[in-house]
């Protein structure tokens, strides 16, 4: 291994390494099965040098929790952005989730079936994740209604978890629905729900 030529990576870069290497390592084989030394190795640098960037394997994990929980959010933020029709807007949501799980499988591990749930900070970010998809949805909805934010936001967080348990159960048994139909059928039952609440502007 030329650790001498790994070191001349600018730091951002080195990173940017590292948190690859150890996504496909902790997405596999889970958190507590990994040891630093098999990163180190599936890295291509040796165990000071990928510490001088994480201090510990827990450090390292919520580096990439937190760059799971980015990548559904900008998907759920560009799917809501993508129509000002709000029956388009639930569909694209929907659709974001269930492309999450089945493009970036392994990110969807992190958010949603993390073997490190238990921990505090894992589980600060998993909520913070929802409080974040919430409001973001939550703002459209009383936007369009006349419900008070809070509840607003209830009901945003309310669907998100419809589109995540519906997407993890249509992960389990792949093959059996193909997504477009999945995500034809949750929309569906969302926008039905969602639809009667009243309305200031033309959804």
Same mark, same amino acid.
């Given at each position: 291994?030329?650790?001498?030529?790994?070191?001349?990576?600018?730091?951002?870069?080195?990173?940017?390494?590292?948190?690859?290497?150890?996504?496909?390592?902790?997405?596999?084989?889970?958190?507590?099965?990994?040891?630093?030394?098999?990163?180190?190795?599936?890295?291509?640098?040796?165990?000071?040098?990928?510490?001088?960037?994480?201090?510990?394997?827990? #450090?390292?994990?919520?580096? $990439?929790?937190? &760059? /799971?929980?980015?990548?559904?959010?900008?998907?759920?933020? +560009? !799917? =809501?952005?993508?129509?000002?029709?709000?029956?388009?807007?639930?569909?694209?949501?929907?659709?974001?989730?269930?492309?999450?799980?089945?493009?970036?499988?392994?990110?969807?591990?992190?958010?949603?079936?993390?073997?490190?749930?238990? #921990?505090?900070?894992?589980? $600060?970010?998993? &909520? /913070?994740?929802?409080?974040?998809?919430?409001?973001?949805? +939550? !703002? =459209?909805?009383?936007?369009?209604?006349?419900?008070?934010?809070?509840?607003?936001?209830?009901?945003?967080?309310?669907?998100?978890?419809?589109?995540?348990?519906?997407?993890?159960?249509?992960?389990?048994?792949?093959?059996?629905?193909?997504?477009?139909?999945?995500?034809?059928?949750?929309?569906?039952?969302?926008?039905?729900?969602?639809?009667?609440?009243?309305?200031?502007?033309?959804?």
């Amino acid at each position: 291994m030329d650790t001498a030529r790994a070191q001349r990576l600018p730091r951002d870069q080195r990173r940017a390494q590292l948190l690859d290497a150890a996504y496909e390592v902790f997405s596999t084989r889970g958190y507590h099965s990994v040891a630093m030394d098999e990163v180190a190795v599936a890295s291509g640098v040796s165990k000071p040098v990928l510490y001088q960037h994480f201090s510990s394997k827990l #450090e390292l994990y919520l580096a $990439l929790l937190d &760059r /799971a929980c980015s990548e559904l959010v900008e998907l759920v933020a +560009g !799917a =809501v952005a993508s129509s000002t029709h709000n029956r388009d807007r639930v569909a694209a949501a929907m659709g974001a989730f269930f492309g999450f799980v089945a493009q970036q499988r392994r990110s969807f591990r992190f958010v949603f079936e993390s073997d490190l749930r238990t #921990e505090p900070e894992v589980e $600060l970010r998993i &909520r /913070a994740v929802h409080t974040e998809l919430a409001a973001l949805i +939550g !703002a =459209v909805i009383a936007a369009d209604t006349d419900l008070p934010v809070a509840e607003a936001e209830l009901l945003g967080l309310s669907l998100i978890g419809m589109a995540e348990t519906s997407a993890r159960f249509w992960a389990a048994a792949p093959g059996q629905i193909s997504q477009e139909r999945a995500v034809e059928l949750g929309s569906s039952l969302a926008w039905r729900g969602i639809r009667g609440f009243p309305r200031t502007t033309a959804g």
